[in-house]
């Protein structure tokens, strides 16, 4: 099982990104689904979650209001439109589903990793 993230690049502040995760070996339509990002010298911390319906959504405060999560229909894997973008915002993002699908932003509650994106925002 394998999930990979994808998207990211180099973004001016104010500037936005699409980030997608693909999955390969099983599917994830009943599970929770997160975005997690680990910048340089730092742990690697929650950034939003969704439920297996799409009906619930969490974000971390740093990005609420400015980054948005949702599955895309079909493949019902999560994506993170980043607007606003601040230079606070780089690091290494992870897209990560977890067996069950109650909310968590634990990193430790999350049972697959996808390789990471980075995403770097300077002018």
């Known amino acids: 099982v394998q999930l990979q993230a994808s998207g990211g690049g180099l973004v001016q502040p104010g500037g936005s990104l699409r980030l997608s995760c693909a999955a390969s070996?099983?599917?994830?339509?009943?599970?929770?689904l997160g975005w997690f990002r680990q910048a340089p010298g730092k742990e690697r911390e929650f950034v939003s979650a969704?439920?297996?319906?799409?009906?619930?959504?969490y974000y971390a405060d740093s990005v609420k209001g400015r980054f948005s999560i949702s599955r895309d229909s079909g493949k019902n894997m999560p994506s993170l439109q980043m607007n606003s973008l601040k230079p606070e915002d780089t690091a290494v993002y992870y897209c990560a589903a977890k067996n069950s699908n109650t909310y968590s932003a634990r990193t430790r509650d999350y049972d697959y990793w996808g390789q990471g994106t980075l995403v770097t925002v300077s002018s």
């Open positions: 969704i439920s297996w319906a799409g009906s619930r959504t």
């Open positions: 070996g099983r599917t994830f339509g009943n599970n929770f």
